[in-house]
C-alpha cells in the first residue's frame, strides 16, 4: 500500500467514476483500476461495488474514512514543515475580539511591521461563534476573545491572559472630575453612558450593582453600545459621555490627557479577562508563540494611576 494508491481510490469516490478520476488524475484508465485492485488485495477484499454508482462496500467505507484522514495529515505535515522552514516569513492570521481589536491591532501591527516586516498578516473580526469556526476550519491560526465567550471544547488550546482592569471614563475637564471620589449613581447618570457590546459578563454587571446600590440596574444606564470600541472612545472624548469597560483601548488618549479615569472611592476594583485561543494538535507558525507573548505583556500594562489596577475580581 502507498499514498498514491489512497489518492486513486480517493479520486474515485470523489468523483463517482473511474474515467472521471483517471482524467483528474492524468491516468489511463487501467493504470487506475490496476492501482485499484492492487489496493483491494493487500486490503483483503472489494472496497467498490462495481456497478454505476461506484458503492463503498464496508470495507470501503472505513477505508474511506482512514485514507481522508490520512490526506488531512499528510497537507498538516507539508504545511508543518514549510512553517518550521519560514520562522521569520509566512503569514499570521489572527482573530480578535471587540475590546482586543482597540487594545492590541494599531500597536500589533506596528510591532510586527518593525520585527518581522517579512510576515503577511490577516486580523480579522466577528462574532465568537464564527471566529471559533473559522479557526476550526483553519481560516485563522490563533484568537484572542473575552473568556465568556469561549466553550471549554477538547478540541480548543486556552490560554489566559493577566486580568485587564475594568473602569469608568470621560474627557478631561468633564464635571464629575470635581467630586468622582464621592460619585453617586445619580451623578453619573446624568451623561450618557457608552459600552462595549460584549464588554460585560453577568458577573461584572452584580458587582457593578451591588457597588452602586442593588436599584440600580446598571445595564440599563447604558445608552451607547456598540462592537467598535475605538468609535465609543473617540465619542467620549469628543462629548461629555462617560465610558465603561476596558481601560486599556484608552491608555493612549489618557496618556496624552484627552481622556481621565474617574478614580472612585471605595475602589471599584474590577477587570476583563481575555483568552489566546488555538486548535489543539495543529502546528502554529513560529511568530504564533511570540505574538501570544507580546499581547500578553502589552494586556498586562494598564493604566498606572487607575483604581482597578488593584486586585478585584476578574470577570
Known amino acids: 500500500m502507498n499514498l498514491q494508491q489512497l489518492d486513486h481510490f480517493l479520486a474515485v469516490v470523489e468523483t463517482q467514476s473511474f474515467s472521471r478520476a483517471a482524467d483528474k488524475l492524468h491516468l489511463t484508465q487501467p493504470a487506475l483500476s490496476r492501482s485499484i485492485q492492487a489496493l483491494e488485495e493487500e486490503l483483503g477484499g472489494p472496497l467498490l461495488e462495481r456497478g454505476k454508482n461506484k458503492t463503498l ?45 482597540a487594545m492590541l491591532s494599531v500597536h500589533l501591527l506596528q510591532h510586527l511591521m518593525q520585527r518581522y516586516p517579512a510576515i503577511k498578516v490577516q486580523l480579522s473580526g466577528g462574532t465568537a461563534d464564527m471566529q471559533l469556526q473559522e479557526l476550526r476550519d483553519g481560516e485563522v491560526d490563533a484568537l484572542i476573545l473575552h473568556r465568556s465567550q ?124 481575555f483568552m489566546f485561543v488555538t486548535l489543539d494538535g495543529k502546528t502554529p507558525p513560529p511568530i504564533l508563540e511570540k505574538v501570544r507573548d507580546w499581547c500578553a505583556a502589552q494586556m498586562a500594562g494598564g493604566h498606572e494611576s487607575s483604581e482597578a489596577d488593584k486586585p478585584g475580581q476578574s470577570a
Open 57 to 101: 462496500t464496508a470495507l470501503g467505507q472505513l477505508a474511506l474514512a482512514r485514507a481522508r484522514r490520512v490526506r488531512v495529515e499528510l497537507a498538516e505535515l507539508r504545511r508543518s514543515a514549510k512553517i518550521l522552514a519560514d520562522v521569520e516569513g509566512g503569514t499570521l492570521r489572527l482573530g480578535l475580539g471587540p475590546a482586543p481589536t
Open 150 to 273: 469561549v466553550p471549554a471544547h477538547d478540541d480548543l488550546t486556552l490560554d489566559l491572559f493577566p486580568p485587564t482592569p475594568l473602569g469608568f471614563v470621560c474627557r478631561a475637564g468633564h464635571p464629575l472630575l470635581q467630586h468622582q471620589h464621592a460619585l453617586r449613581f445619580a451623578e453619573l447618570r446624568k451623561y450618557p453612558l457608552a459600552a462595549s457590546g460584549r464588554a460585560m459578563s453577568n458577573d461584572v454587571l452584580h458587582r457593578l450593582n451591588e457597588y452602586f446600590g442593588n436599584r440600580t440596574h446598571f445595564h440599563d444606564a447604558i445608552q451607547y453600545q456598540s462592537n467598535d470600541v475605538n468609535a465609543l472612545v473617540e465619542v467620549v472624548r469628543r462629548s461629555d459621555a462617560v465610558f465603561f469597560g476596558v481601560l486599556q483601548v484608552a491608555r493612549a488618549l489618557m496618556e496624552s490627557g484627552e481622556l481621565a479615569p474617574l478614580h472612585l472611592s471605595p475602589p471599584l476594583a474590577l477587570s476583563s479577562q
